[in-house]
C-alpha cells in the first residue's frame, strides 16, 4: 500500500505563488508517474500537471507557463510550483502517482487533498 501525503496549500492573493508537495510513503518496487489533479467548487477533477521519468512533462493549457512539476525520487516526493496564480485557479489539488507493487502489480493512489484558494 502507498500512501500521499500533501501539503503547502493555502490562502494567496492574485499574482502571487505557493508550492505544493506530496511525499509518497509504504510498501512499493518503485513510483511511475506523478501528477497534480485539481476540483474546483462544483467541477470535476482534471490534471494539471503529470510527469514521468524519462518522457516530457505535461501540463493543462490553463496552467502552462505559470505552473511547474518536478519530483525528488530518492525523497519519493513530487512538487508543484505555481506562480502567477489566478481567482480561477481556486481547487482542492490532489495528487496522484502510479506504483509498481513488489507482486508487480501497478495501482493508482490519490493524495487526500489541499485547499488552495486565490483572492482578487
Known amino acids: 500500500q502507498v500512501q500521499l501525503v500533501e501539503s503547502g496549500g493555502g490562502l494567496v492573493q492574485a499574482g502571487g505563488s505557493l508550492r505544493l508537495s506530496c511525499a509518497a510513503s509504504g510498501r512499493f518496487r518503485e513510483i511511475n508517474t506523478v501528477g497534480w489533479y485539481r476540483q474546483p467548487p462544483g467541477k470535476q477533477r482534471d490534471v494539471v500537471a503529470t510527469?514521468?521519468?524519462?518522457?516530457?512533462?505535461n501540463y493543462a493549457d490553463s496552467v502552462k507557463g505559470r505552473f511547474a512539476i518536478s519530483r525528488d525520487n530518492a525523497k519519493n516526493t513530487w512538487y508543484l510550483d505555481m506562480n502567477s496564480l489566478k481567482p480561477e485557479d481556486t481547487a482542492v489539488y490532489f495528487c496522484r502517482c502510479t506504483a509498481t507493487r513488489y507482486d508487480g502489480l501497478r495501482a493508482i493512489y490519490w493524495g487526500q487533498g489541499t485547499q488552495v484558494t486565490v483572492s482578487s
Open positions: 510527469i514521468t521519468s524519462g518522457t516530457p512533462t
